[in-house]
């Protein structure tokens, strides 16, 4: 296993479980804060477009390395 091929298993299950963890966070926090589904739902949106944005930055990643190779 290349260096390479490794960076990018471990930043998969490394973000994964990060990203696992929070939504753990943010729901916690929500539940604790009283935010109600209001509060809870512009929470849950504001993360749901963080990991919008990675899945896509990755897609793009992988898009332009099969046009470029």
């Known amino acids: 296993m290349t ?3 490794f960076t990018e298993i ?3 299950i490394g973000l994964t479980f990060g990203i696992s ?3 753990f966070i943010v729901y916690k ?3 604790e804060s009283k935010a109600g589904r209001y509060g809870m739902m ?3 949106v504001g993360l749901g477009l963080g990991i919008f944005g990675f899945v896509t930055k990755y897609g793009i990643k992988i ?3 099969s046009q470029l190779a």
């Open 42 to 44: 512009i929470l849950f």
């Open 21 to 23: 963890y929070m939504l």
């Open 3 to 5: 260096e390479k091929e």
């Open 63 to 65: 898009y332009l390395a």
């Open 10 to 12: 471990s930043l998969t």
């Open 29 to 31: 926090l929500a539940e």
